[in-house]
């Protein structure tokens, strides 16, 4: 998998947006881009996923950079709840495993 | 009930015992992961099969099996406990071609090797 790039850690008050980056300057044409959230003492969540478009689901939204080069996770109103360590991920093609960076560790402040 | 359900959620061992760490899932996915992660760490692979009758070997197997009864099961040895094992164990599963769906994962299995 290629590599991503993403903040140790951010915060965010309560009921305000938080934009998550994360850089992958050496993605490929047929890279998905993946983003996976832990909260604490539980496993990976699934969260989104793109390719070229930006997306939306219910849980967030990715933006995706034209040059698709970086990428945001996009949450619209921080709860307490979001509270968790976000991974970036690239999915190379259909026989490659789902690798961990370190991700972001986001706190969300009352 | 859960998609990935992992057994037992926690267990404490000694030293130089064989432990299994036992997971199975209802989504009928014929790809499965075991990682294990460390304290502040993210996660990493220690094997992985797409299929029945396909194991792999991921970053770090060094002291670990498994073994993959049914497409539903997917089973982690470590045949002789020692204490840098001590760690949270996740067991996951994904489509064939993941790239366009998520994986889920269980909630994980913390073990102490003592």
């Known amino acids: 998998d290629a590599k991503t790039t993403q903040p140790n850690s951010m915060e965010s008050n309560e009921e305000e947006p938080v934009h998550l980056p994360c850089n992958h300057s050496t993605i490929s044409g047929t890279d998905y881009i993946h983003w996976y959230r832990q909260l604490p003492s539980q496993g990976p969540e699934y969260v989104i996923h793109g390719l070229t478009s930006n997306v939306n689901n219910r849980m967030a939204s990715l933006a995706i950079a034209e040059d698709r080069k970086s990428s945001t996770l996009i949450l619209h109103r921080a709860t307490l709840r979001d509270a968790a360590v976000y991974y970036c991920?690239?999915?190379?093609?259909?026989?490659?495993?789902?690798?961990f960076g370190g991700g972001t560790r986001l706190m969300v402040k009352p | 009930d859960a998609d990935v359900t992992q057994t037992p959620r926690n267990r404490i061992t000694k030293t130089g015992k064989r432990i299994m760490l036992e997971c199975s899932q209802t989504k009928g996915h014929d790809r499965m992961y075991w990682y294990r992660q460390d304290p502040g760490l993210g996660l990493r692979l220690i094997y992985y099969?797409?299929?029945?009758?396909?194991?792999n070997k991921g970053e770090i197997s060094d002291g670990y099996s498994v073994s993959r009864q049914a497409q539903a099961k997917f089973s982690l040895s470590l045949e002789s406990a020692i204490p840098n094992q001590t760690a949270l164990y996740f067991c996951a599963t994904s489509e064939t071609d993941s790239r366009r769906k998520g994986a889920f994962f269980g909630q994980g299995t913390r073990l102490t090797v003592v």
């Open positions: 991920i690239l999915r190379r093609n259909a026989g490659n495993m789902l690798t």
């Open positions: 099969s797409f299929d029945v009758k396909d194991i």
